[in-house]
């Protein structure tokens, strides 16, 4: 029962048929003249036209990398080089790819908290946006599944005059994100987020926007990413994204949310002590955050595992990290209840049964960790027989 969406999905069987023939038969270089060079460059054309659909943009605005980790590394270091006064602004609940590269950065990184439902604190957004030279909010967070508000954040940076950035890999599939309708400068987004392969991603740079390349070489992109394109991967990213948009309309979203509502419904029902972390109204459909009192995560996730379920406490980065994620620690969260959270995240590919069998199974090894457990919180051995 894979239950980690939120770490990586999935390929859909049409983005898989769609990669097939460019892996052999189309294997040509997409800057060759000959007849198999331009049908790859049409490949590339299409998957970029698709792409531009999903997040309402234009298709010369979409810059293909390899992965959400390079968009935002190319997107931050180029800004970074572009202007040399102010601060990069952005939350403490990014994810580490955006919190990382801020630390190599040339200038301070200034990170705004969230309230203890994950909400942004805009009243400091605002607060701070006067000394930062570019600013960046994430749509939605990859441990939570909160929304954030990023288009009022991104009005507000526009007011100030600064360039926005947001990194959308959580988004994308899940909500309608539309960069058309948005004060957004640059937007990140991955394949393998939502059912496409992993090693392809997209960086949008709205028009006239300044961007300069973090890979220099033969031009490709327009010069703006240079490397032989990876044709499959692209291609897939392509279907992935034209099935992402579908599902937005034809009611797997609703089926999701339905489904992780009723997976919630039973493991409160099923244990005691138990909170939903996160805003209940601006989540994701398909994450749910939970918190176990007297039950470490470390521990729940090799019960799981054991029987067949396979989910995250944070993030698929912090794993083997013995440490609070700094989301949690932003939240508020004591490091007790920081380490006794559990992420299990949902995709089309689910369904309703599996949702309730492993609530069934969560509240056995819930009920199992504490019988073992007797005094609090603290790293136990588990004997299974
Ligand atoms: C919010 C967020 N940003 C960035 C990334 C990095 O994306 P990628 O795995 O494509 O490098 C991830 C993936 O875990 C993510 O969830």
Not at 315 to 323: D, N
Request: net charge neutral.
């Amino acid at each position: 029962m894979y239950l980690d969406a939120n770490a990586t999905t999935p390929l859909a069987d049409e983005v898989w048929e769609a990669m097939l023939p460019w892996w052999r038969e189309g294997f040509h270089n997409p800057s060759s003249s000959h007849t198999g060079g331009k049908k790859a460059r049409s490949a590339i054309d299409q998957a970029r036209a698709q792409v531009a659909e999903l997040i309402g943009a234009q298709e010369d605005e979409i810059i293909f990398t390899s992965g959400g980790t390079e968009a935002i590394n190319a997107l931050l270091r180029s800004w970074d080089a572009l202007d040399d006064t102010g601060a990069f602004l952005t939350t403490a609940v990014e994810h580490s790819a955006v919190l990382r590269t801020g630390t190599f950065l040339s200038r301070p990184m200034v990170t705004c908290g969230v309230s203890e439902t994950g909400a942004l604190d805009l009243r400091a957004w605002c607060e701070n946006l006067s000394t930062a030279a570019f600013a960046s909010v994430m749509a939605v967070n990859n441990e939570t599944g909160v929304i954030h508000d990023w288009q009022k954040a991104a009005v507000l940076a526009h007011q100030a005059g600064k360039p926005f950035f947001c990194d959308a890999m959580q988004a994308v599939g899940k909500i309608p994100v539309s960069v058309a309708d948005a004060a957004v400068d640059a937007m990140a987004i991955s394949a393998h987020k939502f059912h496409g392969p992993k090693g392809i991603g997209a960086l949008y740079v709205r028009r006239g926007t300044k961007f300069s390349p973090m890979l220099h070489g033969g031009g490709q992109e327009r010069g703006l990413r240079s490397g032989t394109e990876a044709v499959p991967l692209i291609v897939g990213m392509g279907a992935a994204a034209v099935l992402a948009k579908k599902r937005l309309s034809d009611g797997a979203i609703a089926r999701i949310a339905a489904m992780r509502d009723a997976f919630e419904q039973a493991v409160v029902a099923g244990v005691s002590g138990v909170q939903v972390n996160g805003d209940p109204a601006a989540r994701v459909a398909n994450t749910s955050h939970l918190s176990f009192d007297h039950c470490e995560a470390a521990g729940l996730l090799i019960l799981l595992d054991e029987k067949g379920v396979a989910c995250s406490a944070g993030s698929a980065c912090m794993a083997g990290k013995q440490q609070a994620s700094h989301v949690q620690k932003a939240m508020g969260f004591s490091d007790a209840r920081a380490k006794s959270s559990l992420r299990i995240s949902f995709s089309a590919q689910n369904t309703a049964e599996e949702a309730q069998q492993a609530a069934a199974i969560l509240c056995s090894a819930v009920k199992k960790l504490r019988s073992v457990q007797s005094t609090g919180v603290g790293p136990v051995v588990i004997y299974t027989p």
